[in-house]
């Protein structure tokens, strides 16, 4: 911990950024979010941190990592539900996101149990 990053063969240290983007793809049609996502993922392959606060499962689903917090909103909310790879958090038995986000993901109906049965 401490250390600043170094590209590849002792050059110049790269700047690394966090871009936090709140619900970005609201009042987005179909093809401006995979735009969206294009550039979100140029972000990551060039080494930057992109937190994305979102409900559309078009973008969710091609996280790295989902935090879904829950279970409701305003106090009955607030606290983290599942965690983990989308798949992951399709599954989770306290996601109420999870159904959909199987959905979205094309999960089988077997996928959704714990124990695959």
């Known amino acids: 911990g401490g250390g600043r990053g170094r590209s ?5 240290a790269r700047s690394r950024n966090l871009y936090l983007l709140d619900e970005p793809t609201t ?10 996502l294009e550039v979100l993922n140029r ?6 941190t992109v937190l994305v606060i979102e409900h559309n499962l078009d973008l969710v ?15 009955r909310g607030g606290r983290i539900v599942a965690s983990g790879t989308p798949e992951q958090v399709a599954i989770a038995p306290d ?20 124990s695959g049965t």
């Open 8 to 12: 590849g063969g002792g050059g110049k």
């Open 27 to 36: 009042g987005l049609a179909g093809e401006d979010v995979r735009k969206l």
């Open 43 to 48: 972000l990551v392959d060039a080494g930057h």
């Open 61 to 75: 689903k091609t996280a790295d990592h989902v935090i879904d917090m829950g279970p409701d909103a305003g106090v």
């Open 95 to 114: 996601s109420l996101t999870g159904p959909f986000l199987a959905a979205a993901l094309n999960l089988e109906a077997k996928a959704l149990t714990p």
